[in-house]
Nanobody
Framework: QVQLVESGGGSVQAGGSLRLSCAAS??????????MGWFRQAPGKEREGVAA????????HYVDSVQGRFTISQDDAKNTLYLQMNSLRPEDTALYYC???????????????????????WGQGTQVTVSS
């Protein structure tokens, strides 16, 4: 059973920073072809992809609104995905989710990010609130 557990959310003022973590379990992190992503959903809005990273290398993918401010990374030794968020804005306020897709189709899913949302596994989310 694959499990994803997010942490690191909180309340900050505009211009501040937060680092989200997503601890993965239930599979061998390093052995899988995988696309790992961060999504967010604000009240009354649709869920949107924020950032994604493919295990086999290549550049990370970002939605335009976070380009240059957010950085996605992973630590294989810790089975953990991160999202470093700098220069936060009130419009970044949302519930942030970690998602994973393993094996067949993982590369294509990342390549189509942020339009692709067909990830297999999802975490419960962590709230990020940015005040002006």
């Amino acid at each position: 059973q694959v499990q994803l557990v997010e942490s690191g959310g909180g309340s900050v003022q505009a211009g501040g920073s937060l680092r989200l973590s997503c601890a993965a379990s239930g599979y061998t992190y390093r052995s899988s072809s995988r696309c790992m992503g961060w999504f967010r959903q604000a009240p009354g809005k649709e869920r949107e992809g924020v950032a994604a990273l493919y295990s086999g290398g290549g550049s990370p993918h970002y939605v335009d609104s976070v380009q240059g401010r957010f950085t996605i990374s992973q630590d294989d030794a810790k089975n953990t995905l991160y999202l470093q968020m700098n220069s936060l804005r009130p419009e970044d306020t949302a519930l942030y989710y970690c998602a994973a897709h393993l094996g067949l189709g993982a590369w294509g899913l990342c390549a189509r990010f942020p339009e692709s949302q067909e990830f297999t596994y999802w975490g419960q989310g962590t709230q990020v609130t940015v005040s002006s």
